[in-house]
């Protein structure tokens, strides 16, 4: 029963243009969403986190945005530099936290 | 600054052999977790501790055991290892709700 959904397992885009991740949930008790990002060989760190009375959250090169209504949230990446270049899980939380099974971006330069 | 601190980063064991992974933090977080991650699979639950004393079961408990030893530590023990518990093993904190999670490192397991 996965609650959260990525469903592009990658995403590979040109340094300098817009990477947009994006990620489905089923559960509508979530009440906070989160991006984490991971390198290889380390431990997931956060990166950027939405409640869910908000639809847009913005912090420098990244904005999460939030669609209840769809069960639907999105990471944009402006401009993408080629050290963007992880894996990026969505996470939900309600309680717990449960995560997708991930995205792995490659910035080209 | 360790933030979260997992022992060991690697590990093979033979099936039927047990272990205890140990994790460790150093940010009066009260609240501690343990993940795997499998390829395609994400990160799932395995076991979580709210508060220092109680522990409770996430997605994936079968073949595990949790002690919550004291505010700063959080241990899983596998009694019997089998191979389908071949994966990376990640402990998390936090302060609480709604927080983000700190990540250890990981600690990677084959069990042959």
């Known amino acids: 029963d996965q609650q959260v959904k990525q469903n592009s397992p990658s995403l590979s885009v040109q340094e300098g243009r817009i990477s947009i991740l994006n990620c489905d949930y089923t559960n509508s008790m979530f009440d906070y969403f989160l991006w984490y990002k991971k390198y290889p060989a380390e431990g997931p760190t956060f990166l950027i986190s939405?409640?869910?009375?908000?639809d847009k959250n913005e912090d420098g090169r990244f904005t999460v945005f939030l669609n209840k209504s769809a069960k639907h949230l999105s990471l944009h990446i402006v401009p993408s530099q080629p050290g963007d270049s992880a894996v990026y899980f969505c996470?939900?939380?309600?309680?717990?936290?449960?995560f997708g099974a991930g995205t792995r971006l490659t910035v080209k330069p | 600054n360790a933030g979260v601190t997992q022992t060991p980063k690697f590990q093979v064991l033979k099936t039927g052999q047990s272990m205890t992974l140990q994790c460790a933090q150093d940010m009066n977080h009260n609240s501690m977790y343990w993940y795997r991650q499998d390829p395609g699979m994400g990160l799932r639950l395995i076991y979580y501790s709210a508060s220092e004393g109680t522990t409770d079961k996430g997605e994936v408990p079968n073949g595990y055991n949790v002690s919550r030893l004291n505010k700063r530590e959080f241990s899983l023990r596998l009694e019997s290892a089998a191979p389908s518990q071949t994966s990376v093993y990640f402990c998390?904190?936090?302060?609480?709700?709604?927080?983000?999670?700190?990540f250890g490192s990981g600690t990677r397991l084959t069990v042959v």
């Open positions: 996470a939900a939380s309600g309680g717990d936290m449960r």
């Open positions: 998390a904190s936090r302060p609480g709700q709604p927080y983000g999670y700190t």
């Open positions: 939405i409640s869910s009375i908000k």
